[in-house]
């Protein structure tokens, strides 16, 4: 009798810790003692760092870096050469790893893997995080993901399954999860974890958690900023993330923007492997998304685990998880006016401050506890690897 564990192979597309990554991490946690593990990821660096930390093998598969939205002609060659690159080491690879289940998170590995799916008939599950700005994109998806090789889609919100309308009946919506107890606020502690980050006792504090690129608009949180300056409280913003080295000259036109307008009390943290002390020390979530990229952003499940209110664009998923007035606003997009108004209706309100801190826990346990998020991922790996 065969007693081994079945094998999935995860394959994700990128090297930098996002809230895809995130996810992909508390699988690989969840999943350990119930599957062999292994993950594709395309270069060394923070990720890779985090899986060979937990002792989960890794193989290294580039895939190519693209230009963000529409793609060009020159995206279209550098596709072109790393599917026959991709395709030959790839395939070879699962051919004499024979895994179970081949799981794609996230989409840009999603046509390779259906490719190296067919030659060598493993079976596929896609697990879409975010919402495809390229049409052509969809369209290949959509086509792809008809094929019998693709046995399950999981989107991370509505709005993420919208987009791929002619496999809906293959797809299952599935919120990101959070383990609700490590973003508990630490009361006790909270005065503590202040002075380390040398925040003074009569700040509020507004935090902005995600990698410093354009499509999180953290330009438009600092925008903000200088509405809010213009106020006698003492409202602080705190931009917590990693930045892509293709991103170096964005961060630096974020603080031109500072010096230029003279906006005061903003701060760029350096990396912080515990977000939970941010969280601590955070009055409001802002999420000032400028597309609609965003499927199921993990930062705003975090914020409800810490009691934290949000104020979000009303672009992608994010509609989806605010309850207006109730865990927080939704905000007009690309508006750093509306952000600072909005911001300033809960600071200024503190019965609707104090609710929205109750609310934002109860819908944490509810609706975006991680062993919901587990039972119903389990189910979809349950149904497909034993069929």
Known sequence: MNNRKPKIIFWNAFSLIGGSEKVLLILIDSLRNKYQIKVIVPTKGPLEKEITKRGIPVILLPTGAYTKGNKNIKDLFKYVFYTF????????????EKPSLLYVNGVKSLPFAFLIGKITRTPLIGHIHHILEDKKAIKIIEIIGKNPVFKKFIAVSEATKKQFPSISNKTIVVYNGVDTSLFS???????NIKKSFGIKEDERILGILARIIPHKGIHIGIGAMKYLNTTPLKIKLLIAGETPPEEEEYKKRLLEMIKKEKIERVEFLPY???????????????VPSTTLFEGCPMAI?????????????????IPELIEEGKTGFICKPNDSQDLAEKTLQIINNYPLYSDMKKQCKKIAIEKFDIRTFLKNINMVLDTVINC
């Open 185 to 191: 606020p630490h009361k006790d502690n909270k005065l």
């Open 272 to 286: 912080q492997e515990d977000v939970s002390n941010v969280f601590n020390v955070l009055d409001i979530l802002l």
């Open 85 to 96: 690159y991709v395709l030959a080491i790839g395939t070879k690879k699962i051919r004499t």
């Open 301 to 317: 499940l975090e914020a409800y685990s810490a009691e934290i209110p949000i104020i979000g664009t009303n672009l992608g998923g």
